[in-house]
């Protein structure tokens, strides 16, 4: 848990004792919240960025990914039948805006999003906890001068 130390210290990981069954890496509550807006944002700004700036294409324009290309070219043109056809066929797949993002948005997702995970699950963890500390100071200033509370519909305010 979060002992108070003075807000010296990050918030503790661990799963309380007081949370039985469960599991310290599955977000719940106002941590499901957080990360589901979290997932939202890595997942619409990934597709912003590749539909924007065509990474995969960019990177098709290198020296190293000429080079890649040709060979995947080569190796699949090598192996005859339906793999031949996968690779005629992409050039005309990538052709449309949404169908090659979409196939960075893949790309992309499966290399940076996968080890991201943890990172993502932390992060909802942690600004979890900051929202609960707040509140927790909200309800313990007696609904009186904290700025939370003197905004207007808000579940805290005095009206």
């Not at 949370?19 to 499901?32: A, I, K, S, V, W």
């Not at 090659?100 to 790309?107: D, H, I, K, Q, Y």
């Amino acid at each position: 848990g979060m002992a108070d130390d003075g807000g010296s210290s990050p918030p503790s990981l661990a799963v309380e004792e007081s949370e039985p069954g469960r599991f310290g890496f599955l977000p719940t509550g106002t941590e499901l919240g957080i990360y589901v807006g979290i997932e939202c944002l890595w997942h619409v700004s990934l597709f912003s960025v590749c539909y924007r700036y065509r990474p995969l294409v960019a990177l098709g324009k290198t020296p190293w990914g000429r080079n890649f290309l040709k060979s995947t070219k080569s190796f699949l043109a090598s192996k005859g039948g339906r793999m031949a056809a996968v690779g005629s066929g992409t050039t005309a797949f990538l052709e449309s805006p949404w169908k090659r993002a979409t196939t960075e948005w893949f790309f992309f997702n499966k290399i940076i999003g996968l080890p991201l995970w943890p990172t993502k699950l932390a992060a909802a963890h942690i600004l979890a906890s900051q929202v609960t500390v707040h509140t927790a100071e909200c309800r313990a200033a007696a609904l009186t001068s904290h700025p939370c509370c003197l905004l207007p519909n808000s579940r805290w305010s005095k009206g």
